[in-house]
């Protein structure tokens, strides 16, 4: 038997070292490192990735298009994954605490054993009794639905090799082992070794897996980022746990887009799908406010309107406060910064706050021209008719607006939720059999800040 010996390894990027050191040198993580064992008490071969008697063959004679899907029974979700789950693929959902990922994965895998099939549900955290007092409460309680409490993989792996599943689920990754390895479970080797092993099972098996992961304090996944590599699918869960609803969003899918996003609702009886969405976010929309103003972008293949609010207070530090909330803080100091040149405002002595109602994360430059316009509407006290008017634009350098992408679908979403005015780019040509709503086309920021002086 060979001598133990001991490395350290740090937890976030998986960088090893024969010592401790405090500050990671791959990824500039402190107190990241820990220690774990490299001799092991039996010799053990590591398991391969795919298993399976593929032989190499010319890209033209590969069948595509054949990938089947399960339908999830849960619209929203098939909508993030692209179709439903694709057989044999690995999906890695994520999530801060109490944000909703026991009660999704318990949902969908209650859905898919009462169509399908029988699903394993492998619980790490959770006993059978806790899991079944949560199918009560959801009402999830398929009859070809299994639960077991069971942190070894290899003894899950014979679980499955026994029942045969369809589906399986496991909660989750962080708690699971080998015993060939002598690290902790979470570990970079234990988190390694153990989806490994997953993806031969999932892969050589044609079953899809749901894997649940926990997120560090600063909302990032846990664990080494070859975790992310290996999965085919990556689900993060966004939102307020203490508001109602949720937003499911797809970081990684190898057989959809990463830009749609599933809504949801967190009731008594679970997660509630909300198939229209504006509605959702315009819910306490008040008209006649300053600072406030409604903006269309678009998200996969749909287009949402959402509400934008601005506060500009004074401040009597030495460095005023920019604090975004759904959009990036880059693109707002961009936007206060054309705002100071261009328009004239004097910024620098002026706390200024940007937030999107509901919790929706922005992603595009769609929503320029609306931060800019609740910013000006808060430091000038004027009120904007937020219930008739929309606006959309991405602000250049120079003070231009430049044209956005899917108008005439966002124009029609706005119709549609009751609007009769938006203001948009001049560039912007609205298609044939558009929209019929009044637009006013301007072609700088000032051009449509003008229209805000009634």
Avoid at 45 to 51: A, D, E, F, N, Q
Avoid at 205 to 219: C, E, L, R, W, Y
Avoid at 326 to 349: F, Q, T, Y
Wanted: glycine fraction near 10%.
């Amino acid at each position: 038997m060979s001598k133990i010996k001991s490395k350290f390894v740090c937890q976030e990027c998986g960088y090893e070292s024969i010592r401790w050191l405090g500050k990671c040198p791959g990824c500039d993580s402190w107190n990241s490192m820990e220690e774990e064992l490299t001799g092991v008490k039996v010799e053990f071969k590591r398991s391969p990735t795919i298993v399976n008697q593929s032989k190499p063959q010319p890209i033209k004679n590969v069948k595509s298009g054949a990938y089947e899907r399960y339908d999830t029974q849960i619209g929203e979700l098939n909508r993030v994954l692209g179709g439903g789950l694709v057989k044999g693929s690995l999906i890695l959902v994520s999530g801060e605490p109490g944000i909703g990922k026991s009660t999704l994965i318990l949902q969908v895998g209650s859905a898919v054993a009462d169509k399908y099939g029988r699903t394993l549900y492998v619980s790490g955290e959770e006993s059978e009794e806790q899991i079944k007092m949560r199918g009560e409460r959801l009402n999830s309680l398929s009859d070809n639905l299994y639960i077991v409490s069971e942190t070894n993989v290899d003894v899950i792996e014979k679980y499955i090799e026994e029942y045969e599943p369809v589906f399986v689920i496991i909660d989750s990754i962080q708690t699971l082992f080998k015993e060939d390895l002598s690290s902790a479970p979470g570990s970079v080797s234990q988190v390694k070794e153990c989806s490994n092993n997953l993806m031969r099972i999932g892969k050589s098996k044609n079953i899809p897996m749901f894997i649940v992961a926990h997120v560090t304090k600063q909302g990032e996944l846990a664990g080494p980022r070859v975790l992310e590599h290996m999965v085919d699918t990556v689900l993060h869960f966004e939102g307020d746990r203490t508001q109602e609803f949720r937003i499911l969003r797809a970081l990684k899918n190898r057989f959809g887009t990463t830009s749609e996003i599933g809504v949801f609702e967190m009731r008594e009886e679970g997660l509630i799908e909300i198939s229209n969405p504006s509605a959702i976010f315009l819910e306490s929309l008040t008209p006649e406010t300053e600072g406030a103003i409604v903006i269309a972008t678009f998200e996969g293949t749909r287009p949402l309107l959402v509400e934008i609010q601005a506060l500009v207070t004074p401040t009597n530090a030495g460095f005023p406060r920019r604090t975004a909330i759904g959009i990036d803080l880059n693109r707002l100091n961009l936007i206060i910064a054309v705002l100071e040149k261009k328009i004239g405002l004097s910024l620098m002595n002026k706390d200024i706050y940007v937030n999107v109602v509901g919790g929706l994360k922005l992603e595009g430059t769609s929503a320029d021209l609306g931060v800019a316009m609740a910013i000006y509407s808060s430091i000038r006290g004027i009120s904007i008719q937020s219930k008739e008017m929309i606006a959309m634009g991405e602000i250049s350098l120079t003070g231009e607006l430049r044209p956005v992408n899917h108008l005439d679908k966002m124009m029609k979403e706005a119709e549609k939720m009751g609007f009769t005015n938006c203001i948009i780019p001049r560039k912007n040509k609205p298609g044939p059999g558009g929209s019929s709503m009044g637009c006013r086309g301007v072609n700088t920021l000032k051009e449509a800040l003008d229209l805000l002086i009634f």
